[in-house]
């Protein structure tokens, strides 16, 4: 599967901001899918998962300002981010969760396909 994430870009801090994830193939219904950012120099860190009956998990600094949620229909998945802090900017990931993991799928090694990315900044 290929994702294409987006909607990153510079921001301002108290700001929201919405990314996106698109899918390609005919199954991302049964996809579970999860968001990944990293910062220079840091590995990249679990944000929040979402199963393919729209079931959450998120990480636990991010719970209340993270939402993330689907459009299977649209072979979608986003991440909205509420009241940004210069923190938060990274570059962030979607990723698919390989299909045989347990839930919830917090290691990096739990997911087979990445997309490239999309930066966001944040400033204050």
């Known amino acids: 599967v290929q994702l294409q994430a987006s909607g990153g870009g510079l921001v301002q801090a108290g700001d929201s901001l919405i990314l996106s994830c698109v899918a390609s193939g005919s199954f991302f219904s049964t996809y579970r899918m999860g968001w990944f950012r990293r910062t220079p120099g840091e590995e990249r860190e679990f944000l929040a998962a979402?199963?393919?009956?729209?079931?959450?998990h998120y990480s636990d600094f991010v719970r209340g300002r993270f939402t993330v949620s689907r459009d299977n229909a649209k072979n979608t998945i986003y991440l909205k981010i509420d009241t940004l802090e210069p923190d938060d900017t990274a570059k962030y990931y979607c990723?698919?969760?390989?299909?045989?993991?347990?839930?919830?799928?917090?290691?990096?090694?739990?997911?087979?396909?990445w997309g490239q990315g999309t930066l966001v900044t944040v400033s204050s």
């Open positions: 979402i199963g393919w009956s729209g079931k959450t």
């Open positions: 990723a698919r969760v390989h299909s045989t993991e347990y839930w919830p799928p917090i290691r990096e090694g739990a997911y087979d396909s």
